[in-house]
């Protein structure tokens, strides 16, 4: 029996190890690093706008973060490739912006309930010491409510970083983009797909051990 008919091919598997590795996870990991360092900033002054901003400025910042988290991402991935593409050269950057933003959606309700969560006692003790608006966020209510929501923000970086195959729809060599151009090209897509799925679960499972520690650590 030819060994190459079998379902699993060892040296297949040997030989795409490497530049789903080097290339694909690279790629990857920067773009999960990167959108979640940009959700978790835009997602925090999001978050202080819906809390705090008069109508005038809650109403239509409201209504975007509703738009960017009811459409799909893949959606959003085409359609800023379309336009951005005139302007930005790199695919990549525009890919990463874009899951960003749309994490910032989620990350912002995160946050609003970390705020929320902080005792009406610290608002009025801030108030009763006459601390400015300013400091009474950034020295008082904020450290407590990231404190608050640690966990919660850490899943949703596990499932930014499980959600960046949808990359392949703008053709950025992530994980998953390596994987399928190695099985195109060699016509053996189960050692590719399955290295693929193996490195993503490598990856998430010991991070999402370590956030359910960090759960139980803060309750």
Not at 53 to 77: D, G, K, S
Request: aromatic share 10%.
């Amino acid at each position: 029996m030819n060994p190459n008919s079998s379902w699993w091919d060892w040296d297949h598997a040997a030989a795409v190890l490497p530049s789903l590795l080097l290339d694909g996870f690279k790629i990857t990991v920067l773009a999960t690093v990167l959108g979640t360092l940009i959700a978790l900033v835009l997602g925090l002054i999001v978050a202080i706008i819906r809390r705090s901003a008069p109508p005038l400025i809650n109403a239509p910042v409201t209504w975007v973060v509703e738009f960017i988290r009811m459409t799909p991402l893949v959606v959003q991935l085409v359609f800023a490739n379309l336009v951005l593409s005139q302007y930005i050269n790199s695919t990549l950057a525009i890919g990463i912006c874009v899951l960003g933003v749309h994490y910032t959606t989620y990350m912002a309700e995160v946050y609003r309930a970390g705020i929320d969560s902080v005792p009406t006692g610290q608002w009025e003790a801030a108030t009763a010491l006459s601390l400015p608006r300013v400091r009474t966020w950034r020295a008082v209510v904020i450290p407590q409510a990231i404190r608050n929501t640690l966990p919660a923000l850490g899943n949703y970086a596990i499932s930014m970083f499980k959600e960046t195959p949808f990359f392949v729809v703008i053709y950025i060599p992530e994980l998953v983009r390596v994987a399928q151009n190695y099985g195109s090209h060699n016509f053996r897509y189960t050692e590719a797909i399955t290295l693929a799925g193996l490195i993503f679960l490598a990856a998430s499972y010991p991070t999402s051990l370590l956030i359910r520690r960090l759960e139980k650590k803060l309750a």
